[in-house]
């Protein structure tokens, strides 16, 4: 299988700003991004190599930058570095794969307390998810691994994970976003079904 390259997110960044001006530098910024989206897959064995800060900074950022019901924003991320906690999770939870020498745990949450209200307020299901998706494919940009670890709506699950992370009643955790360096490559799988789409009406 062909290998492709994928530029690391400052890259991608970088691209961007100079887009306007030069029509090479768009189709390279927007092939990096078909590239990062198309290439992207879960990893769940690390290394142990600590991810920076800097990174952790930038892994955030993305997150919050992703499309949000009116604005709502009702999100809020819990970061886990504390290596006796990940142990925790992984003990708790061993699908969560925290276990395997990950260097950062993300648990992406939805605030009711910023929620929309009525029926409108499940839509922090959909907020959240997409910046649970912004990170993970940061991540890969980067040239990290990761995997989305499902916490919601599962209620055992839910509640274990208040009880272990001292959530409020008010935080409903959705799921970790399980982060490090890769020490696997799993093959890329093509997802792509032609029987799964319609056009115009069903």
Same mark, same amino acid.
């Given at each position: 299988m062909k290998k492709i390259f994928v530029l690391p997110i400052s890259l991608m960044?970088?691209?961007?700003?100079?887009?306007?001006?030069?029509?090479? &530098?768009?189709?390279?910024? *927007?092939q990096a991004i078909l590239d990062a989206i198309q290439t992207r897959v879960s990893v769940r064995q690390f290394t142990g190599e600590e991810v920076s800060e800097e990174q952790i900074q930038t892994l955030l950022? &993305?997150?919050?930058?992703a499309p949000t019901a009116v604005n709502k924003q009702p999100w809020d991320i819990l970061v886990i570095?504390?290596?006796?906690?990940i142990k925790q999770i992984g003990e708790k939870f061993p699908n969560?794969?925290?276990q395997n020498n990950?260097?950062?745990?993300? &648990?992406? &949450?939805?605030?009711?307390e910023k929620a929309l209200e009525g029926e409108a307020r499940e839509y922090w299901i959909q907020d959240v998810s997409a910046a649970m998706e912004n990170l993970l494919l940061a991540a890969h940009g980067m040239?990290?691994?990761?995997?989305?670890?499902?916490?919601?709506?599962?209620?055992e699950r839910v509640?274990?994970?208040? *009880?272990?992370?001292?959530?409020?009643s008010h935080v409903v955790p959705l799921g970790l976003a399980v982060v490090g360096h890769p020490n696997e490559q799993p093959e890329v799988?093509?997802?792509?079904?032609?029987?799964?789409?319609?056009?115009?009406?069903?």
């Amino acid at each position: 299988m062909k290998k492709i390259f994928v530029l690391p997110i400052s890259l991608m960044l970088a691209f961007t700003s100079c887009c306007q001006k030069n029509a090479t &530098c768009q189709t390279s910024n *927007e092939q990096a991004i078909l590239d990062a989206i198309q290439t992207r897959v879960s990893v769940r064995q690390f290394t142990g190599e600590e991810v920076s800060e800097e990174q952790i900074q930038t892994l955030l950022k &993305c997150a919050f930058s992703a499309p949000t019901a009116v604005n709502k924003q009702p999100w809020d991320i819990l970061v886990i570095t504390d290596k006796e906690i990940i142990k925790q999770i992984g003990e708790k939870f061993p699908n969560s794969r925290c276990q395997n020498n990950p260097s950062v745990v993300f &648990c992406l &949450c939805g605030n009711m307390e910023k929620a929309l209200e009525g029926e409108a307020r499940e839509y922090w299901i959909q907020d959240v998810s997409a910046a649970m998706e912004n990170l993970l494919l940061a991540a890969h940009g980067m040239g990290l691994g990761a995997v989305w670890v499902g916490i919601h709506p599962i209620s055992e699950r839910v509640q274990a994970h208040r *009880e272990l992370l001292g959530l409020p009643s008010h935080v409903v955790p959705l799921g970790l976003a399980v982060v490090g360096h890769p020490n696997e490559q799993p093959e890329v799988k093509n997802k792509f079904k032609e029987e799964n789409i319609h056009y115009n009406k069903w």
